[in-house]
């Protein structure tokens, strides 16, 4: 017996469709993040890879689907099959180089990506040194700790000459004021 209705392309679409505007919010998704510096959070060319994988295993699903409507038993096994295949290259495209990454560098020295350009317009990293920013530190940290505190303390001083001339500028606008008003007292009847 084969089970039919008048609304199966109906449903086939709206199936194929949902699954089509996942893969659109897989691209945004991988689009967001490709400018991760971090190597083990940017994942953008494995989304990549998977949105790849996916879309053709959706195409032969569709065609397996149309083509095969009177076969059940051979689109069932096609069905499964595609599923587990799918399952596995997610999982392995996805976890098999993390794992690999972890095996090699255990301590996470290599964490930062470092042929991503560092120097750009952003107001909070123009001042740093490229190792700071990457976390390439090895060997120069008290140095760059001692040069930074050197730089805050530079920052602090500059502050203070400012906080000063507001200051000064005030209690001098403050005692014109006063001056103001005694004159004004005194020219009263």
């Given amino acids: 017996y084969i089970c039919s209705n008048k609304y199966s392309v109906a449903w086939l679409g709206i199936s194929f469709a949902y699954k089509g505007f996942l893969q659109v919010i897989a691209v945004v998704m991988a ?31 569709a065609v397996t689907e149309f083509a095969l409507q009177h076969y059940h038993d051979v689109y069932a ?34 964490l930062f990506d470092k042929s991503t350009p560092t120097t750009s317009n952003n107001k909070d990293t123009h001042n740093f040194p490229p190792q700071c920013i990457t976390g390439d530190l090895k060997g120069e940290y008290p140095e760059n700790v001692a040069g930074l505190k050197a730089r805050i303390k530079d920052l602090e001083s500059q502050l203070a000459v400012k906080n000063t001339v507001i200051n000064i500028g005030k209690e001098q606008s403050d005692s014109s004021v006063d001056e103001i008003n005694i004159i004004e007292d005194n020219e009263l009847p």
């Fill in 31 to 61: 689009f967001h993040i490709r400018r991760v510096k971090i190597k083990a959070l940017n994942d953008s060319k494995t989304i990549a890879a998977i949105i790849y994988f996916n879309s053709i295993i959706l195409v032969i699903l």
């Fill in 77 to 110: 096994a096609l069905f499964g099959l595609a599923l587990l295949i799918e399952a596995s290259l997610f999982l392995g495209v996805l976890f098999i180089p993390k794992m690999v990454s972890l095996y090699t560098d255990p301590n996470g020295e290599n």
